[in-house]
């Protein structure tokens, strides 16, 4: 069975900052890490290798600097990486990011079927949860989004059941291959590298595929051009100026804390205030 995850190389958003004066963001400085959600993807990915057998190709859309995400995913234990690269994929949105991978995919294809696709539920600078679906919708497969487990796979009958977080409960869900998974944060234990994939991956080749060798067949779909989405500002949040207040404490008792703090908390919402008490006054 042939797995493809698709990954990207974002900023580390502990220590990203906004410019004071243009409101954008200051990405200098800032190191660069694979997005934490698609780490749980690799793994869902390589934990199914291991009981199935088969093959894991990372893949990446990204400048040349995306190369070292794809080399740590070789370590974990992927078994080739394709950063699929050109100067027209540049200022790509969601739309566009979708188009391109989903095209390198479909190449990808013809050299080894693809059974299953992976990625993260979303990433940590966009969070727009779109290049998922939007790859799935292009090569018409199933997909199951915001998994939490991977129950079953049958490759010979082209059948996965995996379990899927929704509102109020759990969703265990059966649906035919190949399919596109969306991996939720937490839904397995990321492994190290061992010390020979890091050698491995020290050595291996980085496929570079271009707009042609990616299969682009409409250029005016993909960089600026194919991207509708339009950012107009960029912000950090405003420092709050209240100080903060406090809160007397008796040690003797115990229940002063609380109870002033509540009083504090009615006194500055008086609607819930008079809820409350037009409740006690029902109940008596």
């Known amino acids: 069975m042939h797995i493809v995850v698709c990954i990207k190389q974002v900023p580390d958003s502990a220590h990203i900052r906004v410019h004071p004066v243009t409101n954008t963001i200051m990405r200098q400085g800032v190191p660069a890490i694979i997005n934490p959600y698609d780490l749980f993807a690799i793994e869902a990915a390589l934990r199914l290798k291991d009981q199935l057998g088969g093959r894991v190709t ?3 859309m990204g400048p040349t600097q995306a190369e070292p995400a794809l080399r740590k995913a070789i370590s974990l234990g992927c078994d080739e990486a394709i950063l ?3 100067r027209i994929f540049a200022g790509a949105d969601t739309l566009a990011t979708s188009y391109v991978l989903a095209s390198a995919i479909r190449t990808l294809d013809k050299e080894m079927p693809v059974g299953l696709v992976f990625t993260g539920k979303q990433t940590i ?3 727009t949860a779109q290049v998922g679906p939007g790859i799935a919708k292009r090569l018409d497969m199933q997909l199951l989004t915001y998994v939490s487990r991977i129950v079953e796979v049958d490759p010979a009958q082209r059948r996965i059941v995996v379990e899927r977080r929704a509102e109020g409960g759990v969703q265990v869900l059966e649906t035919a291959m190949p399919a596109l998974i969306t991996m939720l944060e937490g839904s397995n234990e ?3 590298a061992s010390t020979p994939g890091m050698f491995r991956a020290a050595r291996a080749t980085i496929r570079h595929w271009d707009r042609n060798a990616a ?3 409409d ?3 993909v960089g600026l051009k194919g991207s509708p989405t339009i950012v107009s500002r960029v912000f950090g949040p405003a420092a709050r100026a209240e100080k903060a207040k406090p809160i007397p404490f008796d040690p003797a008792d115990p229940d002063s804390c609380a109870n002033n703090l509540l009083e504090r908390l ?3 919402m008086p609607k819930v205030r008079k809820e409350l008490e037009q409740r006690r006054s029902d109940t008596q």
Do not use: A, H, Q, Y
């Open 58 to 60: 990372v893949m990446s």
């Open 84 to 86: 699929v690269t050109d």
């Open 125 to 127: 600078d966009g969070d």
């Open 190 to 192: 990321i492994r190290f």
């Open 215 to 217: 299969g682009i067949e």
């Open 219 to 221: 250029i005016k779909l």
């Open 266 to 268: 009615l006194n500055e």
